[in-house]
Structure formats: structure tokens, C-alpha cells
């Protein structure tokens, strides 16, 4: 089958692209000596995971208890929610899954919630698998990795029958803001930025030493078990981190015998706008993209032209990226992943991309463009069907299993 042959709006995903990243981030976690457990957000396609599977991941992460379940029924036995997850009815399902031989874990950030786990698995002769989420900057949950009550909340943690604590988890979603303004005296000048690299290497650096930090405290306060060498090997204690900005420039260190053990990037798989606007990665690296139609055109008074595509709202979504104007960025040549100039992605509806071109269009109406979204992952969610390609021949159709599973 041809790309030609599709319908209209659609999602592709380009395999050689697809392939290159999976591999370079595999790459990465074996030469850091880390195990990677891909957060399976971004595609929630069986197919996808198992090809991450079967490159070296050890286990997936998803957010929520249905991805969990929709994951479980394809065989995947070892699962990871980074997510602090509440409330009986969620539990009684991840106990399920765990009587069914899957290997479960999720977080914890408060001593109420973690109270309402342990007694929830305690009742049911269980003990839950947990991680402590710590803030290492981003201020979503977590508790704050400088906190001064973590000692004792880990204490309590460890004391609670129906739970055992099996490590630290933590999201850098900072790395999405970019550089900042140096304001400070060493720089002189008020309006100096970071360099895109500088920004993704300090957010890097904070979120794995910060992680360090903490394990270095309560191992020293007694209230996990110390590593048994310098180098941090006997140590079971998982310490995980990691998104596909935050571990552009990873290394991991050691520091009190403790090392990064797991780390869980899910949009590193296709890249997309934001990924380039923050300089993750080259445009040559989005592996998806969406095609669309030309609907419409018509002439401003103005001399510039409006373009609709058949593709709005519910495929790109309304997030922006950073570093660019727009909800998407057309391509000119999608060989080379060049975009395409003085055309913008203005405005969405539902179902309309509006698309402004200073000056005219070389677009006609019935004409098919091909555009990197500004958020992968989130265009994901708004598809069943994800089609495989290489170039113009269309390898294969992947369910997007889990499309919708946010309960
Ligand atoms: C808890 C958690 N872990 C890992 C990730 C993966 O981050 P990214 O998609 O930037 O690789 C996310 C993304 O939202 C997340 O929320």
C-alpha cells in the first residue's frame, strides 16, 4: 500500500527514523549503566513496546492503572506506573494484574496517601511495590527532594505493613521550559540567556544529583539500606529518573555509592516541535508526522492567503511547543525534513488547521501536506491507527491499544 492511498488526516510514523531513536536511546542507557523502562505514553501501541522490549528495555512505565491493564493483556509483565496512584477501586485493579503475575509498581508522595495504600494492601494480604516521587524542580508531585521531613516520612514509609518501599522516582518536566534569563551578577547583563544546551544540561544535572542526594541522606539516616560498595552494586534500591529533554546529555555518577539505577524517556521514540524548539533533536529525527489535506483557500484583503487543513483540534491538539509559532510545523520535503517557509499553523477548531501565508501559497485545495505536531504524544491519544512507513510505502497498521485509557 501506498501513503497515497490513505485517508485523510493521518499518522505516520517513518521506520528508519523510529528505529535510529530507539536504538540511540538504548545506546545511551547501556553505556550509562542504566536500565531503560520507556515510558509507553507517548505510543500506547503493544507493537511499538515490544520492539522496545525486544532492544533491551527492562519492563515498561505507563501513568495510568488502564494503560497498566491494556499492557498486562498483551503479556507485559513488568510495569511500572509513574503516576501517584489513588483510590480503592484503582488498587483493587492493580491487584488484580498482580495476581495475575504481572509486576507492579507505582508512587507515592504523602503520608495520607501512602497510608491509604499500605492499609488497602494490607487488607488484602498484600504488600504494594512503591516509589517515592520527589520534586526535583518541576513543583508537580513529589515531595521536594530538600525537604526536611523526607528522613521521617521514609522511616514511616518503611514501617507501613502493606508497603514496601523499592526506591525514588522523579520527573524533570522542567526541562520543557528552556533556557532561562541569567539574572544573576556573574553574567552582568540582565537579558543574557542560557544556551539551549545549557539548559538542558543544568536541568539534567539537577534531576540526577538531586536524586543522588536524597539516597546519599536516607541511607545515611538509616532509613534505607546503604549501598555495599563504592560503586553502589549490591544495592537494589531503584533510584529513577529521566525524560527525553532531561537525558539529552546524561551521565551518571556515583556519589555515596549510589548511581541512577532506571530511566524512563517516552517522546524520545518520535521526537516532535518541541523537541527540536528546545534542541533535543533535528527534525531528521521526528519519526511521526501527520498528513493532511488542503480543504480550502481564500484571499485576505491584504494580499496574504488562509489556508484551511482537514486536520484541527482533535488531531494536532492545541499545545504549543517551545521555540515555535503555531500548532505544528509544515514540511517542504518530508525526505529531508526540511519545513516548509512562511506558512503557520495560526489557529485550530475542532476539525480546521488554519493555515496563514504571508504572501501566496504554492498549496493548492486537494493537495496533502505532511507536518511535525507540536506534541507528539498527545496526537497519539486522538488516533486508533498509527501506520508504519518508509517513505511512500506503508509497512504496517498499529492499533493504538490504549488510545483513551486514562481512567
Ligand atoms: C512521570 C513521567 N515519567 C517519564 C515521562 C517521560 O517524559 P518524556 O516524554 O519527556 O520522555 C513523563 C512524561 O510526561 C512523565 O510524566
Not at 532492544?55 to 511500572?80: N, Q, Y
Not at 495520607?112 to 494490607?122: I, P
Request: one cysteine or more; aromatic letters at 6%; glycine letters at 10%.
Amino acid at each position: 500500500m501506498r501513503v497515497s492511498s490513505l485517508p485523510s488526516p493521518v499518522v505516520l510514523i517513518e521506520e528508519s527514523r523510529l528505529l535510529a531513536n530507539l536504538d540511540t536511546m538504548a545506546e545511551r542507557a547501556a553505556a550509562q549503566g542504566v536500565r531503560l523502562r520507556p515510558h509507553t505514553k507517548t505510543h500506547k501501541s503493544v507493537d511499538l513496546a515490544r520492539m522496545q522490549l525486544d532492544r533491551g528495555a527492562h519492563g515498561i512505565t505507563v501513568a495510568k492503572v488502564g494503560e497498566a491493564e491494556v499492557f498486562a493483556a498483551s503479556g507485559f509483565d513488568d510495569i511500572r506506573l509513574a503516576y501517584v496512584t489513588l483510590g480503592a477501586d484503582k488498587w483493587n485493579r492493580l491487584l488484580k494484574l498482580e495476581k495475575g503475575g504481572v509486576r507492579i509498581s507505582f508512587c507515592v508522595d504523602t503520608p495520607e496517601g501512602a497510608r491509604a495504600v499500605a492499609a488497602h494492601y494490607h487488607e488484602a494480604g498484600r504488600r504494594a511495590r512503591v516509589l517515592l516521587e520527589i520534586d526535583t524542580g518541576y513543583h508537580r508531585c513529589g515531595i521536594r527532594w530538600d525537604a526536611t521531613a523526607l528522613e521521617d516520612f521514609v522511616r514511616e514509609l518503611s514501617g507501613m505493613d502493606g508497603l514496601e518501599l523499592i526506591g525514588i522516582l522523579t520527573h524533570a518536566g522542567n526541562a520543557y521550559y528552556g533556557p532561562r534569563r541569567m539574572s544573576d551578577e556573574r553574567v552582568g547583563d540582565q537579558s543574557a540567556e542560557e544556551t539551549r544546551e545549557e539548559a538542558l544540561r543544568r536541568v539534567g544535572r539537577e534531576e540526577r544529583d538531586r536524586m543522588l542526594d536524597v539516597a546519599v541522606r536516607l541511607a545515611e539516616a538509616g532509613v534505607i539500606p546503604a549501598p555495599d560498595g563504592p560503586t553502589g552494586t549490591g544495592s537494589d534500591f531503584e533510584i529513577s529518573i529521566g525524560s527525553t529533554p532531561s537525558l539529552r546529555y546524561f551521565e551518571n555518577v556515583t556519589r555515596g555509592g549510589f548511581r541512577i539505577t532506571e530511566i524512563r524517556p517516552g517522546n524520545y521514540v518520535f521526537h516532535d516541535a518541541t523537541q527540536v524548539g528546545l534542541g533535543v533533536a533535528p527534525y531528521s529525527a521526528c519519526a511521526l508526522t501527520v498528513r493532511a489535506t488542503v480543504i480550502s483557500k481564500h484571499r485576505n484583503p491584504d494580499g496574504s492567503e488562509r489556508l484551511f487543513l482537514d486536520a484541527g483540534k482533535k488531531v494536532l491538539t492545541s499545545d504549543g511547543a517551545f521555540g515555535h509559532e503555531g500548532f505544528g510545523v509544515l514540511l517542504y520535503n518530508e525526505r529531508d525534513m526540511s519545513p516548509l517557509p512562511h506558512h503557520t499553523i495560526s489557529a485550530l477548531s475542532e476539525e480546521h488547521g488554519w493555515l496563514r501565508v504571508r504572501g501566496g501559497s504554492t498549496l493548492s485545495v486537494g493537495d496533502t501536506v505532511r507536518l511535525v505536531p507540536n506534541h507528539a504524544c498527545v496526537v497519539v491519544n486522538t488516533q486508533r491507527y498509527l501506520y508504519l512507513v518508509e517513505g511512500e510505502e506503508v509497512l504496517d497498521t498499529w492499533a493504538v491499544s490504549a488510545q483513551g485509557r486514562v481512567v
